[in-house]
């Protein structure tokens, strides 16, 4: 019984090139732009976890630019899709940032907060100004061909937005590894207090600024599902991806290169659950626990090697 | 004509609030020990399985008690991590939220079947308190209720009372506040903040068993609907005390109510709206609000 659900588990994802190229790594995308969302802003010491809801914004913004410019030739349609997510995304973080900055809200609260606006507002312009036009079903029109974005792989579901995380992670390790802004945005995360005092950073800029580029990476996968894999818009559009990146960007101890590594882990997990249900009928919600159970596991096991460490610095003391 | 429209407005908007109240509370009494607890829509969900399960062995006494053990269970598991392992307070409460949401679509689902036919229950019938119940308007909202909504009115001044006046409820404000000054004092800030997380995960389930044995009468995945995070917000906007808490939570299911209220008057606004108000409102309080003075001084630490 184990062995035929981890079998169809594993089918799903790795089982052949479809499943890798059109599933595992397709599902990997979005966790891949909202993993590095999540971990740029953890890495500040912004607790984001409205990415759920930046996503969305995101696909709705790239939805209504995708329908707006119509049949416009894809090499238009296709950067103005990933700029408005990316900016619908950046706002929508930015109602969090500026409540924190000017009022000192809690960014939990609030991102979690506007999380369920988000949805409200999905759900209403399925239903409204981006209905398909028969009115029937809450979704939108199917986007233009030319807005499609464009796959990487003969034959295979992989596309563009692949492509973008990957660059994205590279250009954000780089950022935080190598840069002096980079630099800034670590000790801001680090201790708000020294940063401020001894490193003359300007901790509130930072993490407002930190805010935005979060908000857009999620919001860019918001366009990137519309342009990529749905191409329209309905209220499904995300089952939970901002949710789950808060498990990818962890496991990968918040480095944009482990991000990609932890995305991909985790799209294949969701590719294998699909089948899993389709074919051994094991619910797929149970992704959902074992994505808790990773947050928890990482948790504890930081704890324990923070403790060994602190041991081993005792005993060297003691032994001096 | 007014008094058709208002007083099922006011009967729902305490009807809807009673829930929420009780979600609020736990996490109050979780808050003033210095902890966050993001665990407690993981709490809900679980108390309206419980419920549900322990209602359909043995009626809806039962299933109260089935919703709060669910409730202080799952939430066990939050503190074993934040008080024990002493990890980040957040993100383990967000873990155990969406463990408490996917072990209940399982286990629902391994239960019942997914084909959507689970088990419906009838809900526990309204109680009218006699003479109470007659005063005009405010009368049939307030005493026109199930039971545990008049558990409610017991628990709000009692919490009150408990938190300002006995050496537990000190104890607590204590730990919440500096709990190595607590520590120093003789007080063990684990052993409370163990108490305090257990009551706020009992709270949690008698909110998810309100729902399920009052009001809807069966489970649905998610069915929790995020009223542990407007919980967490509700504590924020009744500055951390019972009564506060209390009024806040009524506000909000009076915005949950609204709908109610609209369609009755045929106003044709989109339903979503009224989804999304109760968020926009306490985001637009906490705004207004500014800085957190009165919040534990310990909270998250």
Do not use: K
């Amino acid at each position: 019984m184990l062995m035929d659900v981890l079998a169809a588990l594993w089918d799903g994802a790795f089982g052949s090139a479809a499943a890798f190229w059109s599933a595992t790594l397709v599902r990997a995308t979005p966790l891949m732009l909202v993993g590095l969302a999540v971990a740029v802003a953890f890495r500040a010491g912004v607790v984001n976890i409205g990415a759920e809801g930046q996503l969305v914004l995101g696909a709705i913004a790239a939805t209504a630019v995708a329908q707006w410019l119509g049949a416009a030739p894809g090499i238009i349609t296709i950067p103005a899709m990933a700029l408005g997510g990316m900016a619908a995304g950046a706002a929508w973080a930015g109602i969090a940032a500026w409540l924190r900055r000017r009022s000192g809200v809690l960014e939990v609260i609030s991102t979690l907060l506007l999380n369920f606006i988000a949805l409200a507002l999905l759900s209403w312009v399925v239903r409204g100004p981006l209905q398909e036009p028969t009115g029937i079903y809450p979704q939108s029109s199917t986007i233009a061909a030319g807005a499609h974005w464009p796959f990487l792989l003969e034959g295979q579901r992989l596309h563009l937005g692949f492509a973008f995380g990957l660059s994205l992670a590279a250009a954000s390790w780089y950022w935080l590894a190598h840069t002096a802004s980079g630099f800034r945005v670590r000790v801001a995360g680090a201790g708000a207090r020294a940063a401020a005092s001894a490193g003359g950073v300007d901790v509130a800029r930072t993490t407002f600024g930190v805010f935005l580029i979060s908000g857009a990476c999620a919001g860019l996968a918001g366009a990137s599902e519309v342009g990529g894999v749905t191409w329209a818009l309905y209220e499904g559009i995300s089952p939970g991806y901002g949710y789950t990146a808060i498990a990818v960007a962890l496991l990968a101890r918040l480095d944009p290169r482990w991000v990609v590594v932890s995305a991909i882990f985790f799209g294949a997990l969701e590719a294998g659950a699909a089948a899993m249900q389709r074919d051994a009928g094991v619910p797929a919600v149970l992704v959902q626990v074992f994505v808790a159970l990773v947050i928890l596991g990482v948790l504890a096991g930081t704890q324990l090697r923070d403790w060994r460490r602190e041991q081993r610095l005792v005993a060297r003391a003691e032994a001096a | 004509m007014m008094e058709l429209l208002l007083v099922p407005f006011m009967e729902a908007a305490v009807r809807t609030a009673t829930p929420l109240a009780f979600a609020a509370l736990g996490e109050l009494v979780a808050e003033r020990s210095g902890v966050i607890n993001l665990g407690l829509e993981g709490a809900i969900i679980a108390g309206c399985l419980g419920a549900l399960v322990a209602a359909g062995l043995g009626g809806p006494l039962l299933g109260f008690v089935g919703g709060l053990a669910a409730g202080a269970g799952i939430t066990a598991v939050f503190a074993y991590f934040v008080i024990s392992l002493r990890t980040d307070q957040i993100l383990a409460g967000t873990a155990v939220t969406m463990l408490g949401l996917g072990l209940t679509g399982a286990i629902y689902r391994g239960l019942y079947g997914s084909g959507g036919a689970g088990l419906v229950l009838s809900t526990i019938a309204p109680i009218a308190i006699p003479g109470l119940s007659a005063i005009p308007l405010v009368g049939p909202a307030l005493f026109r209720q199930t039971v545990p909504t008049y558990a409610l009115y017991l628990m709000v001044p009692l919490i009150a009372w408990w938190l300002r006046n006995t050496h537990a409820g000190l104890a607590l404000r204590a730990t919440g506040e500096h709990h190595e000054a607590a520590e120093a004092a003789g007080i063990a800030p684990r052993r409370v903040r163990w108490g305090a997380l257990l009551f706020a995960g009992a709270l949690g389930g008698l909110c998810g068993a309100t729902l399920v044995l009052a009001q809807v009468g069966t489970f649905s995945e998610g069915m929790s609907a995020g009223r542990g995070f407007i919980a967490i917000a509700i504590v924020v906007l009744g500055r951390w005390s019972a009564f506060g808490t209390a009024l806040a939570a009524l506000g909000f299911g009076a915005a949950f109510a609204l709908q109610y209220l609209f369609q009755a008057l045929g106003w044709s606004l989109p339903y979503q709206l009224f989804i999304a108000l109760p968020y926009v409102l306490t985001l637009a309080l906490l705004a207004l609000l500014r800085g957190r003075a009165t919040a534990p001084a310990g909270l998250g630490s």
